[in-house]
């Protein structure tokens, strides 16, 4: 279980005492730096301005993987890396972690035998761990998988594997993997400076965003995990620190299911600015993208830039009988990589690896990466401070960890979960979904759908209330139910259900839901796409 207000009183209990790991930041590396600090058995506190993954470690393309692009590029360690790290998490979260079949469509004679054997390699990078053989396939059978696809001059394709995940979900088991092994995590807790004595981080000051409450709390070792917003507590430390992340912004459309209707992704390998583009299955709706649009400064809330959206939309309907418009679709949302700058003009060629940096201070940062290397990177970032913080040496567990959720004894298998509203969906809570299915047989009205158009119940909201630190209209609509990025205006229909449902388990008052209310409405009102205004004569 996971309580704010324990949480809070866990973290002011220690008094004085130094907690041996402060991480700054509650994405994806923050995340997995907790989970491995804590169950090494060390003391760890976690603090996230905002919610866990609000940024970029919830808009993802929602894949776990080695990186086709990545060999194109000839980068095998990275890709390598990657793939041991797909393999461990599908067996550590098989709950989150799908095997996902995708085809690399071809229509030049060339493009069969290249792919092909380019994707036999990757298969062989995977090893054991891999998620099934690729092979070629014959033209009927690329549009038996995928009958949308354009058939005019298709000459076959290549099937390979990958893993697909539900990103905002992960980070949440991971909160609450780390919670289970002792860990205190605060979501909406602001750090505003860093302690030193004698010119070393010795712990840091921070504000609670829900009540304006100031802590200041020591640390033997404080991490700077903030993804694009790794230069701003740099600056903390040093206020001449040199900038070491180069944003770029990737942008996915969501569509309705019938622009790809079989279970298969569909994977472009080269577009006009250089990228791969994804056309993939996620939640009964499609996701494509992305985008590479270099960004001088991070922001919270990226925002697509109306080229993007063309581009998407121009690119994909080249390889689909029916070419989606604006008014197809459902949701868009960015996100912002934190690439490790280099030399390189195009963000599409720079570095996903990551980079640990230790300050004259002693404040270790970790940066770049990706989801798929999260586990890597954590363990990379806790080895590093145990070598130059003094702590005791404790070996990683978390390659055979199993994180929250994960049936024990299932190993890269699902969770059984009756049929009924929302049934499909609760699959990927795994062990948790008997409790929420439990809440909706307390109370009927928890068991109905939020919105005809989605596939969430009532009782998800109320279960993460309780136990998933949700505060927000946003934080439920967002990240613990993925509402916002499935369908924007079913998310705007439904927000006044779900801030009623909050405030009676968070014990807000009527003002509370309505500035709820209305500040979502604005939010998500970005996420819409804006059609042209229609001409009267």
Not at 216 to 241: C, M, Q
């Amino acid at each position: 279980m996971m309580n704010r207000h324990d949480m809070i009183r866990a973290m002011t209990g220690k008094g004085a005492r130094p907690w041996d790991f402060c991480i700054i930041g509650g994405g994806a590396t923050g995340l997995g730096v907790a989970v491995d600090a804590a169950s090494r058995g060390f003391s760890t506190l976690l603090m996230e301005e905002y919610d866990f993954a609000k940024g970029t470690s919830s808009r993802a393309t929602k894949l776990v993987h080695g990186g086709v692009r990545y060999l194109q590029q000839g980068n095998i360690k990275l890709v390598t890396e990657a793939l041991h790290e797909r393999g461990i998490l599908r067996r550590n979260a098989p709950h989150l972690v799908k095997n996902q079949s995708f085809i690399v469509p071809n229509y030049k004679w060339w493009e069969g035998p290249y792919y092909g054997v380019g994707l036999k390699v990757y298969d062989w990078m995977a090893g054991e761990l891999g998620l099934g053989k690729s092979r070629r396939l014959a033209r009927e059978e690329v549009l038996e998988l995928a009958p949308t696809l354009d058939a005019d001059g298709l000459r076959g394709g290549v099937l390979y594997h990958d893993g697909q995940f539900d990103d905002a979900r992960l980070a949440i088991n991971l909160a609450q993997t780390a919670a289970r092994h002792g860990a205190v995590l605060l979501n909406y807790c602001r750090v505003t400076g860093l302690v030193k004595t004698d010119g070393r981080v010795t712990g840091l000051r921070a504000t609670d965003q829900l009540n304006g409450q100031s802590f200041e709390v020591a640390a033997k070792v404080v991490i700077n995990a903030t993804g694009v917003f790794t230069d701003s507590i740099l600056r903390l430390d040093d206020p001449n620190a040199e900038s070491v992340i180069a944003p770029s912004q990737g942008v996915h459309l969501i569509l309705d299911k019938e622009f790809l209707p079989g279970q298969a992704a569909i994977l472009v390998p080269h577009t006009d600015d250089g990228r791969v583009l994804f056309a993939v299955p996620w939640h009964d709706k499609i996701i494509i993208g992305t985008t590479d649009t270099p960004v001088s400064e991070p922001t919270i809330e990226p925002r697509a830039l109306p080229a993007e959206i063309d581009f998407i939309l121009q690119q994909i309907g080249r390889y689909l009988q029916k070419v989606p418009t604006r008014r197809d679709i459902r949701s868009i949302f960015a996100g912002l990589r934190p690439l490790v700058k280099s030399s390189s003009k195009k963000t599409a060629e720079l570095a996903r690896d990551h980079l640990i940096l230790v300050a004259d201070s002693g404040l270790i940062t970790i940066t770049g990466g990706k989801w798929t290397t999260y586990r890597r990177m954590a363990e990379d970032t806790v080895n590093k401070a145990i070598q130059r913080s003094g702590l005791p040496e404790r070996a990683c567990v978390t390659e055979t960890l199993m994180i929250h959720g994960a049936p024990v004894g299932n190993a890269g298998g699902s969770v059984g979960v009756p049929g009924g509203a929302g049934s499909e969906t609760l699959q990927i809570y795994g062990t948790d979904a008997e409790h929420i299915l439990a809440l909706a047989a307390s109370n009927p009205a928890w068991g109905e759908l939020l919105h005809p158009r989605l596939p969430y119940i009532q009782a998800e909201v109320i279960w993460a209330a309780r136990e998933e630190l949700c505060m927000t209209v946003e934080d439920a609509l967002s990240r613990r139910t993925r509402s916002l990025l499935l369908d924007a205006g079913a998310a705007i229909e439904c927000a006044p259900l779900v801030a009623s449902l909050l405030a009676a388990e968070l014990g807000r008052d009527e003002i509370w839901k309505t500035q709820q209310i209305n500040f979502f409405r604005e939010l998500a009102g970005h996420y819409l796409p804006e059609l042209p205004t229609p001409v009267n004569f």
